[in-house]
């Protein structure tokens, strides 16, 4: 059953989160002990995401025959899965607790916009909604949990939020007609496969715009060669992400391409230095 419910918690998206909630928390130079609490909260937060997810979708999941669902396969049953997305929910409060109410806000936050999306926002225009709540607010989780808490830079928002935007309108994709044929239609789902692709390269290339400009104070010749470096990776990933989807039906791998851009932002995030925290 242990093996069912985390291939329930979208294990990809949920490893890639939490790698990049430990970057942002290295990058703001936290304690070790925080260090830890921050990734763990994370970690328990994601997994409690993914199994509510799959809990929910569990019957329209069986409607289309989705085998690659642990839930909707019959390889866990709702009530263990409820019981583990409830109890990572609880987990990931009690560990967010120690590092500040600011940062047990901010992650509870996060966390009831990701329910709400789980619960029915997914089936609304509105459904990129909590994604740009949820990213947005993602680099406070970080900044939130140093010794002197604060919210992170504006610019680091627009840049979460910018990725988000992405995550959500990929990550739909190769499921547009399952989800058609269970009345799921979200966002992506009215805007059609390749507009959403487009647009979501747009938002991987202006996230990593606000962290060039945001974390040089808008001036060009202060920004650092490595911070350049990262900045062409991220943009030359948009452009991979973009051309796949004019050229070829949606699959999976528009997905994948927006989690490599989410990583090298949160390393182009890392090399400004914890200026994000200002």
């Not at 909707?72 to 899965?81: C, F, K, L, M």
């Not at 990572?88 to 967010?96: C, E, H, I, K, P």
């Not at 058609?180 to 979501?200: C, D, E, F, N, Q």
């Amino acid at each position: 059953m242990i093996r069912a419910l985390w291939g329930s918690t979208h294990p990809g998206p949920t490893v890639v989160v939490t790698g990049l909630a430990l970057a942002l928390g290295v990058a703001v130079g936290l304690e070790p002990w925080r260090l830890v609490l921050l990734t763990l909260a994370v970690f328990a937060g994601q997994v409690s995401i993914g199994i509510s997810n799959d809990a929910i979708d569990a019957p329209r999941d069986r409607a289309v025959g989705r085998a690659d669902k642990p839930i909707a396969r019959g390889d866990v049953s709702e009530r263990a899965a409820w019981a583990a997305a409830i109890g990572a929910l609880a987990v990931a409060l009690a560990l967010s607790a120690p590092l500040g109410f600011g940062m047990l806000a901010a992650h509870a936050i996060f966390l009831a916009s990701a329910w709400a999306y789980n619960a029915g926002l997914k089936s609304t225009p509105f459904s990129i909604v909590p994604f740009l709540v949820s990213f947005g607010i993602f680099p406070s989780l970080a900044t939130l949990s140093a010794p002197d808490p604060g919210v992170a830079a504006p610019w680091a928002w627009i840049a979460g939020a910018a990725l988000g935007a992405a995550v959500h309108l990929t990550n739909v994709l190769p499921d547009l007609e399952d989800d058609r044929a269970t009345g799921v239609r979200g966002l992506p789902h009215r805007i059609g496969a390749r507009a959403s692709a487009v647009v979501a390269a747009a938002g991987i290339v202006a996230g990593a715009v606000a962290v060039l400009l945001g974390a040089a104070g808008g001036d060009l010749a202060a920004v650092l060669p490595l911070a350049w470096v990262f900045f062409v990776a991220v943009v030359a990933v948009a452009v991979a992400t973009a051309v796949l989807a004019l050229v070829r039906p949606p699959t999976r791998a528009l997905f994948r391409l927006v989690m490599l851009a989410a990583l090298l932002l949160a390393a182009q995030l890392v090399a400004t230095g914890g200026a994000f925290a200002a």
